[in-house]
């Protein structure tokens, strides 16, 4: 069955560094987003992705955070320089507009210290 | 305002019993999907229930869907220690941007 595949697993860092997390969405989906989830608290919209550009996001996307699919396959989500507050599992997830069904990646767990 | 919110908040119950989630949304919907969420690990999908149906089955797993009350029932028949989990409800959209908006979710607690 496909899947959404995130990297790194869990990824550690200072205070006001920047960070890349990496998804592979699956081939045949066109709609890309991004949610987090920080510790024992609900799952957020961030950023949604289609046609190659941003299509909505979210307050909580601001001048820090950015999105790419570089070349065709990968998408990422950067953080330019990352808070305290940013800490959370980040989650990649593609749309079946076929069926109206998401598939989400296992996440990320970003540490930020 | 808020979209799927569930209750109970947290649910314990002995194996082999049924367990039942409710979820409540505010505005029209294109479909509700129901995940299930391990501790610190990623959300995997359950069941994908659509506006225009009342229930659905999969397995141990019943959904169904009342649009007139805007609500949604989650029901895992014989539970098992397995089942301990986080369930979260989900709506989507398709006018809105396509996003799932998730509820706050239920804490499954199922005893051997």
């Known amino acids: 069955e496909p899947e959404v595949t995130q990297t790194p697993s869990h990824q550690v860092t200072q205070m006001g560094q920047e960070v890349i997390l990496r998804c592979v969405p699956i081939?045949?989906?066109?709609?890309f987003y991004w949610y987090r989830q920080i510790l024992g608290q609900k799952v957020e919209f961030l950023v949604s992705?289609?046609?190659?550009?941003?299509?909505?996001k979210s307050e909580i996307f601001d001048d820090q955070f950015s999105v790419e699919r570089p070349d065709g396959s990968n998408f990422t989500l950067k953080i330019r320089s990352t808070k305290l507050e940013d800490s959370a599992m980040y989650f990649c997830?593609?749309?079946?507009?076929?069926?109206?069904?998401?598939?989400f990646g296992s996440g990320t767990r970003l540490t930020v210290v | 305002s808020q979209q799927g919110e569930e209750d109970p908040q947290a649910l314990s119950i002995q194996e082999g019993e049924n367990a039942t989630m409710n979820c409540s949304y505010k505005?029209?919907?294109?479909?509700l999907q129901w995940y299930r969420q391990n501790s610190g690990r990623g959300l995997v999908h359950l069941i994908l229930?659509?506006?225009?149906?009342r229930e659905k089955h999969s397995g141990r797993l019943r959904v169904t869907l009342d649009t007139s009350k805007k609500s949604s029932s989650l029901l895992i028949t014989a539970s098992r220690a397995a089942d301990t989990a986080s369930y979260f409800c989900?709506?989507?959209?398709?006018?809105?941007?396509?996003?799932?908006?998730f509820g706050a979710g239920t804490i499954l607690r199922v005893k051997s």
């Open positions: 992705f289609y046609n190659n550009e941003i299509s909505e």
């Open positions: 989900a709506t989507l959209h398709l006018e809105y941007g396509n996003k799932l908006v």
């Open positions: 229930i659509r506006s225009n149906e």
């Open positions: 505005t029209s919907i294109n479909n």
């Open positions: 997830a593609g749309l079946d507009r076929d069926w109206g069904g998401y598939t």
């Open positions: 081939s045949n989906h066109l709609y």
